[in-house]
């Protein structure tokens, strides 16, 4: 059983995104509406940008099953020239949260945002349980990354 994680190249790797999305928003975002034709849309927008400067998507695969993405972004910082890169979504299918795949996602992010000229990386998990949160909080420090305040969130609701 060999796990790797690339760049969303293919469209067949897009549409297996695309399916682990609907997996991912089904556990994650029950107040947000799913719409396939703009998640379509958006994963598109990031498979044409051959330069991958902005934003880049990667899969990882155990050994031909897709089995969890990352998306993630470059910004400016705000009172610099720099850049930094931040990890926004990534999905494991939970039966393999327990093995390499987050591992081998935030690795080849990592090596993006380097190659990419990032000075800073961001980098959180939500919507997990203790237990998982423990494990990834080990996976962080294990790849070199520090505890940088503390992240909440809120869906707006109407009145």
């Given amino acids: 059983m060999k796990i790797k994680a690339t760049e969303m190249l293919l469209l067949d790797d897009m549409h297996n995104v695309i399916e682990l999305s ?3 928003h089904e556990e ?5 509406a799913f719409n396939e034709k703009i998640t379509y849309m958006n994963f598109l927008r990031v498979l044409k940008d051959i330069e991958r400067t902005t934003s880049n998507v990667w899969v990882v695969y155990r050994d031909k099953e897709a089995i969890g993405w990352a998306y993630g972004f470059m910004s400016d910082i705000l009172f610099s020239e720099d850049k930094e890169a931040s990890l926004v979504y990534w999905y494991v299918v939970p039966k393999h949260r327990k093995s390499r795949a987050a ?4 690795h080849t992010f990592q ?4 190659l990419s000229g990032a000075k800073r990386i961001i980098v959180g998990a939500g919507r997990v349980d203790h237990e998982e949160a423990n494990s990834i909080n080990k996976m962080f420090v294990n790849r070199g990354l520090a505890r940088y305040g503390s992240t909440f969130y809120s869906d707006i609701k109407d009145k």
């Fill in 22 to 24: 609907k997996q991912f």
């Fill in 103 to 106: 591992f081998e996602l935030l």
């Fill in 28 to 32: 994650c975002e029950q107040g947000i």
């Fill in 111 to 114: 090596n993006w945002a380097k």
